[in-house]
């Protein structure tokens, strides 16, 4: 059983940057397809970016964050990491990293192995 566990989220301003990093814990995850969300009070879990298993090669980013975001993964360090570059407070809510098990990698019931989540407040 694969535990994940995100870190590096906090408050910060308009502009500022952020790593958030996912680490997995019990097995490796090397070997599977990795996917941020992110969650606002009130609104329903939605897909940040992905990353494709092993190299890392594949990478898909919602339109609101491309160009901004970069998910890269270690595996050596058996991490996932997303960097956030200029950030909006539109960004503010509670990130979650999981892995791909079903069909739909923007969708967030294909995930399982939740963590806890972080925190990612930006004040304007």
């Known amino acids: 059983q694969v535990s994940l566990e995100e870190s590096g989220g906090g408050l910060v301003q308009a502009g500022d940057s952020l790593r958030l990093s996912c680490v997995a814990s019990?097995?490796?995850?090397?070997?599977?397809?990795v996917g941020w969300f992110r969650q606002s009070p009130g609104k329903e879990r939605e897909f940040v970016a992905v990353?494709?298993?092993?190299?890392?090669?594949?990478?898909f980013y919602t339109d609101s964050v491309r160009g901004r975001f970069t998910i890269s993964r270690d595996n050596a360090k058996n991490s996932v990491y997303l960097r956030m570059n200029s950030l909006k407070p539109e960004d503010t809510a509670v990130y979650y990293c999981?892995?791909?098990?079903?069909?739909?990698?923007?969708?967030?019931?294909?995930?399982?192995?939740w963590g806890q989540g972080t925190q990612v407040t930006v004040s304007s």
């Open positions: 999981g892995i791909l098990e079903g069909d739909n990698w923007a969708d967030e019931h294909s995930y399982a192995n």
């Open positions: 019990g097995r490796t995850v090397s070997d599977h397809i």
């Open positions: 990353i494709s298993a092993n190299t890392g090669r594949t990478i």
